[in-house]
């Protein structure tokens, strides 16, 4: 036991089920959720507290972006499939495969989200709303990359056959971060897009 | 030459350069592509220069090196410890994974950064010695201030406990690392960058906006408040990283039979510490980019030209900041209560009370951030749900000062420098909490807001408070960090003077608050003149006393007598190992067997090694 303790001066969890690496990325999350918190804060302190309203006869797109949504929606589960073709023990390609169907679906609302910027037809600097609207959508659409940038890397792994069934910790970390921003672009669509103008 | 590819200090000299470069020169195009006017804005790109070369330090260092390897797939040897721990001075400038060596790089740059801050107090101290205006200008006062606050709170107040934490906390549980090593060297990386930003602010003309940066006001000073904005981020990054770490640390990496209730207390302060600053450092980030972005992108967060508000700034800030205020003071009370059990020789008085106040302070810590602004215009219903709940902070408060003295209460006090700088901390922070209960109500407040009344609380808080048990733990830990004993005598010499000079600094500013004598202004009325040259005189006192403590550490540390390996006759674990303990803390894990503070109960003990034989006596959390 002593001899043991002394070569392996590994890291091992003493008492948890749940991975320490989950965990630590799980609690990180928590503080990105914080993050978005305080542009929300201010975001409800505009709208709510203040009351003030989109630019002049401006309406927010949210029919278009719903479908927006509904993609990110679908790539949250296609991103979880990755995970259970690693379970039932397939082969690299089936992981690479349900990782590029999510990276393409993430690009694709990406690319909607940058079309949207284009069009949309007021900037950031025009007042506050527009500032708090990019921001918002903004801080998201960095998350939504960095989570491309996982998907890309994880795809990587999956080439070099890298993911097996007892080695997916960095796998089952990209489809929690996934999920996150998912979650918070959920949140976000409900109370950007479809609060009603009072 | 391979010293400038390998992770080290050489790197950073080329590889931030250049990703600050490729920053600059994707910015210029992307202006030159979207037509922007003027393309050359000097601000822009050295803003995205600063944040880019940021990244690229760390790249340089070597944080991104095992993370890179991994994710891409290459090959990695799980059992190289070549970064771990230090075999020579050099290796304490480098990427190391080692918490030891993390803790004591964090003490030893926080400290540093403790001196520059002080060392701007002292020249506004002795501006501020005689009426009128005599060696700087009103601008010069104001960044001096600016720097004062700013370099004390991001760069020493909060990350001096992560780095006293990050020491000890692996060692007191049992562990052999951080759950994170890398990470942990991360953060600590990241806060000498932090350092670096905000004392270079002053090449631009410094921010002169106090450590709050309010907007409007921010929007007019010069680039230096940009970098300020970036320092606080790169810092409140830091401390994210290193709360992740700790509450992973605590929660999973415990040894066999450390229960929650078996742990000592500086880990239960630890992990509300923790949880608060993974909630509340964020906030601090987002308040920081708006404004940011406010400065050099032209939006309109805070500003009403296009319908922003200044007050979201405040809301958004003290939401943080005010947390904040017990990230910087919750590590150190659990300090104490170890630093007092110990030399008092007596189990902690209501263990459970004090862990359950810590996470109570927690909790509460959240529902006050408004009273920071009874005098700023807010909505005006928010003024007395915020007074009771400020009001209620007492009360955990006041659990721990009398578990404090009722630890003490009968027990065989030691007055060694650390107890002494314990005993210290509570008169001046009683002082301090008193003060702060007068303030919380709101009419009192109202009357005397953004007078020297408030500097006198925030002080006696934070020097007082938090500054005092810092020592205490530097002095207690001393000897475990370098196995050496520090001089006792100059010890007590450095408490007396500190403590006898904190009050002469702080203490007359209640008198000149309630006088009406506004705080951030460079000069004053005639009738101030005797009682600021008494905090000048003690301020600099203060400033001399703290040499004292350089030397005795400097000296000790290589000339001390040996200490052994529990010169306190400590139960915790971190007095079971050698003084400094092994690279891997522990040849084998340790099973813990009863509550941390057993003192004067005969032979039993906090832990055993698995070839001793075990004391099994259940008398949970005592």
């Not at chain 1, 971060?177 to 109370?191: K, Q």
């Not at chain 2, 944040?51 to 260092?61: L, N």
């Not at chain 2, 202004?521 to 400033?543: E, H």
Request: aromatic share 16%; hydrophobic share 50%.
């Amino acid at each position: 036991m002593a001899a043991a303790d002394m070569s392996t001066p590994k890291i091992q969890p003493y008492k948890t089920n749940l991975n320490v690496c989950v965990m630590g990325l799980i609690i990180f999350l928590v503080s990105e959720l914080a993050l978005f918190g305080a542009f929300f804060m201010y975001y409800a302190n505009l709208r709510l507290a203040r009351g003030v309203e989109w630019p002049g006869d401006f309406h927010i797109p949210a029919e278009a972006t719903s479908i927006n949504t509904l993609i990110l929606v679908v790539s949250s589960f296609t991103c979880e499939f990755a995970l259970l073709s690693l379970d039932k023990k397939g082969k690299g390609s089936r992981v690479f495969a349900w990782l590029f169907v999510t990276f393409i679906l993430g690009s694709i609302f990406l690319g909607l989200q940058v079309y949207e910027y284009m069009t949309i037809g007021f900037t950031p600097q025009d007042t506050s709303v527009g500032a708090i609207f990019f921001s918002l959508t903004g801080l998201h659409g960095l998350h939504v990359f960095v989570g491309l940038l996982l998907l890309g890397l994880g795809m990587i792994r999956a080439v070099r056959g890298r993911w097996s069934p007892d080695n997916h910790v960095g796998l089952l970390g990209i489809s929690v971060y996934w999920h996150f921003v998912d979650i918070v672009w959920v949140i976000l669509f409900a109370v950007v897009y479809c609060l009603p103008s009072s | 030459m391979t010293a400038v590819l390998r992770p080290t200090l050489a790197r950073c000299l080329w590889t931030t350069p250049l990703f600050a470069a490729i920053a600059v020169m994707v910015t210029f195009a992307a202006r030159s592509i979207f037509g922007m006017d003027p393309v050359m804005q000097e601000n822009t790109f050295l803003t995205v220069a600063y944040i880019f070369g940021s990244i690229g330090f760390i790249v340089g260092i070597g944080g991104m090196d095992y993370w890179w390897t991994w994710i891409t797939g290459g090959e990695l040897d799980e059992e190289d410890h070549s970064q771990h721990g230090a075999k020579s001075w050099q290796d304490y400038f480098k990427f190391n994974t080692d918490h030891k060596v993390i803790g004591i790089q964090y003490i030893v740059f926080t400290f540093i950064m403790y001196l520059v801050g002080g060392l701007f107090a002292e020249v506004f101290r002795a501006e501020l010695a005689k009426p009128g205006m005599q060696s700087i200008t009103n601008g010069q006062y104001n960044e001096l201030i600016s720097s004062h606050g700013t370099i004390m709170i991001f760069t020493f107040m909060v990350p001096v406990f992560a780095g006293i934490g990050n020491y000890v906390i692996p060692l007191m549980i049992g562990a052999k690392d951080m759950a994170f090593p890398r990470l942990n060297a991360v953060s600590f990386w990241l806060l000498p960058l932090a350092g670096i930003i905000l004392l270079s602010a002053w090449m631009y003309g410094s921010y002169d906006t106090g450590w709050t940066a309010y907007p409007t006001l921010q929007d007019q000073s010069p680039f230096g408040q940009t970098l300020f904005q970036i320092g606080v981020i790169i810092a409140g990054s830091s401390s994210i990283a290193t709360a992740v770490n700790f509450l992973v640390t605590i929660v999973a990496m415990r040894a066999p039979g450390m229960t929650l209730f078996r742990m000592p207390l500086l880990c239960w302060a630890n992990l509300a510490t923790s949880a608060l600053v993974v909630a509340a450092t964020p906030f601090v980030a987002g308040a920081m980019f708006m404004a940011m972005f406010d400065r050099e992108m032209g939006t309109h967060f805070f500003t009403t030209e296009g319908g922003g508000t200044a007050l979201a700034y405040q809301h958004i800030f003290w939401f943080y900041s005010h947390p904040a205020v017990y990230i910087m003071v919750l590590p150190g009370f659990g300090i104490i209560s170890e630093v007092i059990a110990t030399h008092a020789r007596k189990p902690v008085f209501g263990y459970r009370a004090v862990a359950f106040s810590s996470a109570g302070i927690a909790v509460l810590g959240f529902s006050v951030w408004a009273h920071h602004m009874f005098a700023s215009g807010m909505q005006s219903w928010l003024r007395v749900p915020i007074m009771f709940a400020t009001l209620l902070i007492a009360v955990p408060t006041g659990i721990k000062i009398f578990s404090w003295v009722g630890t003490m209460w009968g027990g065989v006090v030691r007055l060694t420098t650390a107890n002494l700088f314990a005993i210290g901390f509570i008169v001046a922070f009683v002082i301090g909490g008193l003060s702060g209960v007068m303030l919380a109500s709101v009419p009192f407040d109202l009357s005397i807001t953004n007078s020297y009344f408030i500097v006198a609380h925030f002080h006696y808080v934070l020097f007082g408070g938090s500054v005092l048990t810092v020592f205490a733990g530097f002095y207690h830990w001393f000897p475990k960090v370098t196995g050496r004993m520090y001089d006792e005598k100059l010890g007590k010499l450095h408490f007396w003077i500190t403590f006898i000079a904190l009050n002469g600094t702080f203490f007359p500013m209640h008198y000149q608050g309630l006088e009406g004598m506004p705080r951030r202004v460079a000069d004053y009325a005639p009738q101030f003149g005797w009682s600021n040259t008494v905090i000048t005189i003690s301020a600099f006192i203060l400033g001399a006393s703290t040499l004292i403590f350089v030397y005795n550490m400097i000296h000790s540390a290589r000339h001390g007598k040996p200490a052994g390996a529990n010169p306190w006759g400590s139960l915790t674990l971190e007095w079971m190992v050698s003084s400094p303990p092994p690279t891997f803390n522990f040849d084998t894990t340790p099973r813990v067997v009863g509550g941390p503070y057993r003192y004067g109960e005969e032979g039993v003990k906090h832990a055993v090694f698995p070839d001793e034989q075990p004391v099994e006596t259940e008398r949970v959390g005592a």
